[in-house]
């Protein structure tokens, strides 16, 4: 009896080592659609959007909930730079993370302006839930196009000292065109511990069991 215990124990270990090699399923961004409006411009992404922006951006009016073209559901998010040279709007949403963790993140963009070459979508690492400083980021500039497509960072591993990950998309006329016109719609962020804490939560049963017997 004792034999077969000890051997779904370290089932169960193995089970929660190979857990952690799995993409988390749940998508843990909060209203992850736009369907609730409107955006609050108070510094915080912690279970929200916020919308930010640069010179000559008026918030939120030009990073906005809107129902001009939802992919899905009755919203989408709206981001513009309405002929403003190097300036910036977007929007973030951040997650909590330790060190290792894995991230994943998508959105889904489309263009319905004339400058199509100012988009970023990233992952920033930041050392404090509340202000701090950012660690260090991942970062990628897709190209939306005339119909939505779907833009994704995966595999993301948090770095040591991080706690919150924010998810940013954000356009910008520095490098990109001033008249800039996009819509996003059912985003996505999904967080993965990192596996040695999974494997010790494991192994930790099997010490257990040990002092049982």
């Known amino acids: 009896m004792k034999m077969k215990l000890f051997g779904s124990v370290m089932a169960a270990a193995l089970g929660l080592a190979m857990v ?10 909060v209203n992850p659609g736009f369907e609730t409006a409107p955006f609050v411009d108070d510094g915080n992404g912690l279970g929200k959007w916020q919308p930010f922006g640069g010179a000559g951006i008026g918030l939120p009016t030009l990073s906005t909930i809107d129902s001009t073209m939802p992919l899905s559901g009755a919203n989408n998010a709206h981001l513009t730079i309405d002929n403003v040279v190097n300036s910036f709007a977007g929007l973030f949403q951040s997650l909590t993370v330790t060190g290792g963790d894995i991230v994943d993140a998508s959105i889904w963009h489309k263009s319905i302006g004339v400058d199509t070459n100012g988009s970023e979508f990233r992952i920033e690492w930041w050392d404090s839930l509340v202000g701090g400083a950012e660690i260090s980021r991942v ?35 520095f490098g990109g065109g001033p008249n800039q ?33």
């Open 139 to 173: 970062q990628i500039t897709p190209t939306p196009t005339a119909v939505y497509t779907q833009t994704s960072i995966l595999g993301a591993v948090a770095p040591a000292g991080a706690v919150k990950a924010k998810i940013v998309y954000a356009i910008q006329s």
């Open 181 to 213: 016109d996009i819509l996003l719609d059912d985003a996505s962020g999904t967080v993965v511990p990192e596996p040695a804490s999974l494997a010790l939560l494991g192994l930790g049963g099997l010490a257990m069991l040990r002092r049982k017997r």
């Open 20 to 29: 952690a090699a799995t993409p988390a399923s749940a998508n843990l961004l």
